[in-house]
């Protein structure tokens, strides 16, 4: 099946930092996503984002499909964005409707 | 829409009894899923559902767990009997085929948390 990377896999920032975090996938894809898991568990959709740039306040995410990645990119982090994010792949074929998950960054935001 | 709805939120039980958790997709979806999450293995898909009717149930770990989408609007995810490795967060998720630019968008439960004694 298609194989879900993530880096960092963590990452210590200050308040007001920006970064980015990369997910690398080995296969085409039809649907990919990010979402946020807060300390309470719950899964936030972020993006969906199979191919190109969207954007949403002080985040923003890129995929390019051609080459098999995307990219998450967080401006002026706030104690918020602590977390961890997660990058998830459909292949379609067999395996339509069935997302793949990667490990996930561990985002740890200080005041 | 009051988006995807779980219960219970929390499940205490003791080896050996049957547990059941329960799932609402969004109104309209066509797609439901159900997920594990364990600090060893992360997020794994355990089945799913097209229009009530599993599709693929390639990832229940074993004949202890089953899974049933009477309509809908419903589903439920049952283990009997339950056992300690069970102890993990248990996600329900729906999407709708139909859309546009949002084609099959996954959006997810609050989840339960399963402990097993």
């Known amino acids: 099946g298609i194989q879900v990377e993530q880096s960092p896999p963590d990452l210590i920032l200050q308040e007001g930092a920006n970064s980015t975090l990369r997910c690398n996938f080995s296969d085409s894809v039809n649907n990919l996503q990010w979402f946020h898991q807060n300390p309470w568990g719950q899964l936030i959709n972020l993006f969906y984002?199979?191919?190109g740039t969207k954007q949403n306040g002080r985040l923003s995410a890129t995929t390019v499909a051609t080459e098999r990645y995307s990219l998450l990119y967080i401006s002026s982090s706030q104690t918020t964005d602590s977390g961890v994010y997660f990058c998830a792949v459909n292949a379609g074929g067999t395996s339509y409707g069935k997302l793949t998950f990667g490990q996930g960054t561990i985002l740890t935001v200080h005041p | 829409d009051a988006g995807v709805i779980q219960s219970p939120r929390h499940e205490v039980t003791e080896m050996g009894q049957e547990v059941t958790l329960r799932c609402k997709p969004i109104s309209g979806h066509d797609y439901l899923f159900w997920y594990r999450q364990t600090m060893m293995r992360g997020l794994e898909l355990l089945i799913y559902f097209n229009n009530n009717v599993p599709i693929d149930d390639s990832g229940m770990p074993e004949d202890r767990f089953s899974a049933k989408m009477p309509n809908a609007s419903f589903s439920t995810l049952k283990i009997q009997p339950s056992e300690p490795r069970d102890s993990a967060v248990y996600f329900c998720?729906?999407?709708?085929?139909?859309?546009?630019?949002?084609?099959?968008?996954?959006?997810f439960g609050p989840g339960t948390r399963l402990t097993v004694l």
């Open positions: 998720a729906s999407s709708f085929s139909g859309g546009s630019h949002s084609y099959n968008e996954q959006f």
């Open positions: 984002i199979p191919s």
